[in-house]
């Protein structure tokens, strides 16, 4: 960026942290044998100060992961730069035509509903958005996303959208006491992954998994991610923030 941003409290742990991440990142790629740039690294920004997003840019990292919409929109109109907006949180369908224009993913389509506006909007701005269908696998109640089942009943419907193009799927494992735990939700997600592939006609590859955060993100990548999205541990030692 050529504008001069201000400076703030302990800023080169930024750098520290991004450079920690994806050290941890190309290790746990090592480990199962996989190249490190097939895993991108989505930095959650919902909770950071802009200065510190200045300073992720800075660094060179475009993927920007926000969760309210509210937030990417107005986070959006300040920063003009070549950004990748990754919607993550959930997108209520009134928010969904000026979201489109904006994004270029959204990680948390998480009904048929919504696919069903997304189409027709993409198809009225003449766009045709990325997303990923989000899964819920843990099967908590509190969690968005589809269940697995329903995503396989449903699933010619879904492939026959014009307007869209779905690029895989995403989920959030539970907060378990062992982060090893959480290992069984990702591997379960890229099987349902091979699924779906498996009863598509053969244009359709669905190759990403949005998978893995600051607590789990090793375990996804061995799993299979190809996107991690990680928010808090690339904030560590800065002053928290109080806006949501
Ligand atoms: C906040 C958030 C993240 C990042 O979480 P951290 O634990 O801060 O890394 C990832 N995915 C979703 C959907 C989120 O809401």
């Known amino acids: 960026m050529s504008l001069n941003h201000p400076d703030f409290p302990n800023k080169a742990r930024i750098a520290e942290n991004v450079r920690a991440v994806q050290e941890r990142m190309e290790s746990a790629c090592a480990r199962v044998g996989r190249s490190a740039d097939e ?3 989505v930095a959650v920004t919902k909770y950071a100060r802009m200065e510190w997003v200045w300073e992720l840019l800075e660094l060179g990292l475009i993927d920007l992961g926000e969760s309210r919409p509210q937030q990417l929109v107005e986070r959006a109109s300040l920063l003009d730069q070549n950004i990748r907006w990754h919607l993550i949180g ?52 509190a969690k968005h996303g589809f269940a697995p089942r329903d995503l ?4 010619g419907k879904i492939i026959a959208f014009k307007h869209l193009s779905v690029d895989g799927l995403m989920t959030m494992a539970p907060f378990t006491e062992e982060v090893e735990e959480t290992r069984g939700v990702f591997r379960d997600l890229r099987a349902l992954r ?5 009863i598509s006609p053969e244009s359709v590859s669905l190759p990403e998994l949005s998978m893995g955060m600051s607590r789990d993100f090793e375990v996804a990548i061995e799993e299979g991610a190809t996107m991690v999205r990680i928010g808090s541990i690339l904030f560590e030692g800065l002053e928290s923030d109080d806006q949501p």
């Open 194 to 198: 091979d699924k779906l592939v498996a």
């Open 152 to 155: 396989i009943e449903n699933w």
């Open 39 to 41: 895993v991108k690294l």
């Open 90 to 141: 959930n997108l209520q369908r009134n928010k969904a035509r000026r979201m489109l224009p904006l994004v270029g993913m959204i990680h948390s389509v998480d009904t048929l509903r919504l696919l069903d506006s997304l189409e027709r909007l993409a198809g009225e701005l003449e766009l045709r958005p990325h997303l990923l269908l989000e899964v819920n696998i843990s099967g908590e109640e």
